[in-house]
């Protein structure tokens, strides 16, 4: 089986694993509890929000260790909420965890706007400029698309906000960027950030959002005051260690470089299978996901060939199978009857180049059979 939906989930590395029981059966200690062994625990998990901090090129701030992603979105974004009408901004392409979360600031009477995305994908820059404003209370734009692999510009995205927004709060969904594309929430002043161990060889089920100045976000969760009152509830130790181990084991510069090669073999494979240019791909500067269109075949039915011929591939966000559409490329302008073509490939830096080859010669021969079937 061959395994090209990384950006859905990853699997986890066999030394976070290890540190993973490790804490889970020897230092298994409430890191809340008084005596000396669970303060080392505790100490130890300082050890983690500090690398943290340190791949982010973070100098201050804090880290709030999460349940993952959404939680971290969640918080991030009804954390800010304050009394009164403010204004949200938000990109189309946003995951549902912060998507849905707009919609229910919607609910609440807040003023939310979403911003279009352009055809390559990143947020429509000239529109964002022309929705921000003193009211605007936090502006909330993924760096990395899950969908297409889109990155947006965030330096760009700051100096819009300098410009017109100057007190609005910046919130970046980093979950398909961290430990893929070095990152600096200096550079583009980044308030809110969030990660997700599963997408880097952690567990699932924990992550992480980083905060700049804490005195800006109120909790979400209410109980006995862990993570500094942000998130309430015992620690997922095990979790929250494997994740730093997993961390320990990624070379960002190296993988990518990996990751480069193997999205040209990918791409070179099916272009000189694909004489009469059915395949289309959406150009990023991400080497990780491709998202990849076939004329007159529907993606999902291309999906469950591939699992018999032994592919596993994407269709679009793992997270929005199930609904009908695609918010996110149709906010792109790609045409509905070709949104329907598309299936999203991911790559991994532990994949081989012969591995990826025979995977574009399966997802061509699949897509061929189909098409000849349905043509
Ligand atoms: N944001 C993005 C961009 C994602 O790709 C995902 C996972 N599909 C999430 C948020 C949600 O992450 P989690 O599974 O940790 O809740």
């Keep these: 089986m061959i395994y090209l939906d990384n950006a859905a989930t990853t699997k986890m590395f066999e030394s976070a694993l290890q540190v993973y029981k490790d804490y889970a059966c020897d230092k298994f200690f409430n890191p809340s509890a008084g005596y000396e062994v669970a303060r080392n625990v505790a100490k130890d998990m300082e050890g983690v929000r500090a690398q943290i901090k340190a791949i982010i090129s973070a100098k201050n701030g804090t880290i709030i260790f999460t349940g993952g992603a959404t939680e971290s979105n969640n918080l991030a974004i009804l954390g800010s909420l304050r009394g009164g009408k403010c204004e949200y901004i938000f990109s189309q392409g946003e995951h549902p965890s912060v998507y849905n979360v707009a919609k229910e600031l919607e609910r609440l009477g807040q003023i939310v706007h979403f911003i279009p995305l352009t055809k390559n994908g990143e947020v429509d820059y000239d529109l964002l400029a022309q929705h921000l404003n003193d009211k605007t209370r936090l502006i ?73 100045d804490a005195n800006k976000l109120k909790n979400i969760i209410f109980g006995g005051g862990q993570e500094g009152n942000y998130r309430s509830g015992t620690e997922n130790v095990p979790g929250i260690m494997a994740m730093g181990k997993a961390i320990d084991c990624i070379d960002i510069e190296k993988n990518l470089h990996v ?44 999906m469950r060939a591939l699992q018999d011929n032994g592919v596993l591939v994407g269709k679009g966000s793992a997270c929005s199978t199930k609904k009908s559409g695609n918010r996110i490329l149709e906010s792109m302008g790609i045409d509905k009857n070709i949104i329907k073509s598309h299936i999203r490939v991911s790559f991994d830096f532990l994949q081989d180049q012969k591995e990826i080859e025979d995977a574009a010669k399966i997802i061509y021969q699949t897509y061929r059979d189909i098409w000849e079937r349905v043509k």
């Design 140 to 212: 909330s734009i993924m760096l990395v698309s899950n969908e297409t692999g889109a990155i947006n510009d965030l330096n760009r995205v700051n100096e819009l906000r300098k410009k017109y927004s100057p007190s609005a709060l910046l919130h970046v969904d980093g979950v398909q960027a961290f430990c893929k594309f070095k990152v600096d929430v200096e550079k583009s002043s980044i308030d809110l950030f969030t990660i997700s161990a599963h997408k880097f060889h952690g567990p699932k089920g924990v992550g992480a959002l980083y905060v700049r």
């Design 259 to 302: 990751v480069e090669k193997l999205n040209k073999i990918f791409k070179d494979t099916i272009k000189s299978l694909d004489k009469d240019n059915q395949i289309s791909f959406v150009e990023t500067q991400n080497p990780y996901i491709i998202s990849v269109a076939l004329k007159a075949v529907n993606g999902e039915t291309l």
